[in-house]
């Protein structure tokens, strides 16, 4: 019986190709091995045969070939009369042998294969060089630590430390914070603090108001004060958070100890919405005070409110400068519509006081919060990158983590921009590297550190700063090339334009105080606004969009100033149909003109500053 | 005397085209007929012979079929192609510049033995 009749049917059905088995053949060719057996030679020369095609690592219909055709060789040699030693060693070694044949044999295989395989040795090529390329950054991103050598909230701190216990604010706003009762819910959404004697709720208001006295008297103490002085940490207050438990002992109220070195964007700033707080109580205070025909009071309240603003800007964030100014703009509208609607309620000496101290709002105050805008900025930078000490450094795991932390509490979704964390080291060899970062912030900060001195009418039409960073968050290269940039740069041209309406209104409160004393002097308003100069004015108020002094009129025996806004136009002191405070935001003069032709209601006429008229809600409107 | 591996490299492939053109043969007979009608220059091992020819198969000059042999056994025979007679052809003129030219210069005598030897 043969070596092949031998072999199981199993055996065979296994080594048979598919072309066979559709022709209904079980060939069992593909059995290299047992056709060296069949081939019935020395072991020595089976075993050196089935080594050869072993290594020659071979399709299995290849090495089946090879080992027929390797068996016939040494079958023709033996029956030449040669010996077993002789061919085999004429043969050579089988192991250089069997990679050369397979070698060879390769290069006769399909022209499509040969280049399927090429281009999975390409692909592989490049995936090894892919991983190897990840494995350094990873490296590189995940062991980067960053060296956080200042610590800005201590620096500050250093000089609150300064400030003699006496001169700060801050425990007694504390102490109001606890005594403040929360204003009633139903005051709260309806009307509060411009709650008007005709309005139904008036009568809860002022029952409000009356608690409310203690802390209205705590408040003018504090306000007094010259500096704030609350310290640059990211803890709550113990006696705020204290307050906070006892008021609603279910809600989530953190209590934490301080960081040694905070983040500064982790720094809580408790006393902004508490301020606003007492701005609107005051404000209430004040329009009370009116109707009992009490002037000292409102004087006080309005002053007092000037003093929180201050406080509320004590701190070197925009953010700050924002409420401070915010609270500013409450008591000018306060006492412009007190003014209004009581022309002879101050005495002069009271209005020539609210005066002097409306004056005295200083418009480079964001210059400040700008500085404190680049401490968060490089603080963020030295808890992300890492330092060489040269300037420049990478971004680093540890610091992503850090930043997020922060970004995801606030709800800021920019934390996508590094991607998952297992993406983060490829999405950080974008990242700009720490010294060209910080050169690009500190080139878009200077640009707008260097307007805020510019008052609007010197502004040039190239783009601001907060349209550059939309331009980089709108390109998805740069936006992860400057992600921090994207992340925390404020939203500086809308603070800008804040600042310049701040100053126009500050400019024409001033001038409108000036023309009542001048009234109630000559018994008229004057006939040009030139004549307040100097007795009532020390100079004329400009106009922030033209550079020229404010426009004045005297309207159904009224004096109104007014600006000519962002068309230029002078439209006789009147406001737009449709008044939505367009004309009061700077835009380039063509397209202001483009936007009045197509929405003349809305951009058509002037920004009236004085009077500013009180319009409290009656509550009508809900009957 | 064994010929360097780098001249063995080039006319190992000529040699074997050659001794097919007169006639198809298996791979045991080529070993035999390079080392015989050589003298043992042109002899070499199989690790080198068998993938000789699967390159010179692979590049289409040559082609293998399986016969059955006289004495019953099956036996894998080389085919010179039209392309391998034509790269004969063309392999056969560049030796005979070659051998012109190392004539010319003095390394091969008129008789073929090496001129520095003669």
Known sequence: MSTLEQTSFWRRAKHTPARDWVRGRITGRLDWRAAITRAELPDDIAALIAKTVRRSRLWRLEKADLAAELCAHFTDGLEAGKDQETLMKDFGDANRAGRLIGRAKRRGRPAAYRGFVHVCQGLGMLLLAGVITYGVLAWRFFTGEPDIARNYAAEYNETIEAIPEQDRAWPLYVETYAMLDPVPDDLLQNSWPATAPENPLYPEALAYLERQQDVIALTHRAAALPHLGAPMTDAPDPRMAEVDRARNPNAHAPVGTPSVNPMMIGVLLPELGHMRSLARLLTFDAHVAVNQDDADRAFRDIDTMLGVAHHAGDRPTVISWLVQTAIQHLAINTAAQIIEAQPDLFTDEQLRALAHRIAAIDESALRGALQGERWMFEDAVQRVFTDDGDGGGHLTAEGVRQLMSFTSLAGNSEDMIVGPMPLAPITAMLVADRADLTAKYDEMMSKQEARVDLPMWEYDDTPGVSQEVELLAASPIDRVRYFPIVMLMPALDSALQTGQQACQRRDAATAGIALELYRRDQGRYPDALSDLVPEYLPALPLDRFTGRPLRYGVREGSARLWSVGADRNDDGGRPPADDRGDQQRWRPSRQARQDESQNADRVDGDWVLWPIVYQPITGEEDH | ?118
């Open chain 2, 1 to 118: 005397m064994r010929i360097e591996r780098e001249l063995m490299r080039g006319a190992g492939p000529t040699a074997v085209l050659r001794l097919l053109a007169s006639g198809d043969m298996y791979g045991y007979e080529l070993v035999e007929a390079l080392a015989r009608q050589t003298d043992g220059v042109l002899a070499m091992g199989q690790s080198t012979l068998y993938p000789l020819l699967y390159n010179l198969e692979a590049k289409g000059l040559i082609e293998p079929t399986w016969h059955e042999a006289d004495n019953g056994r099956e036996r894998k025979y080389y085919h010179l192609t039209g392309k391998g007679r034509k790269k004969l052809k063309a392999d056969t003129e560049q030796w005979e510049r070659l051998a012109g030219a190392m004539t010319a210069i003095g390394v091969l005598s008129p008789r073929g033995a090496l001129g520095g030897a003669s």
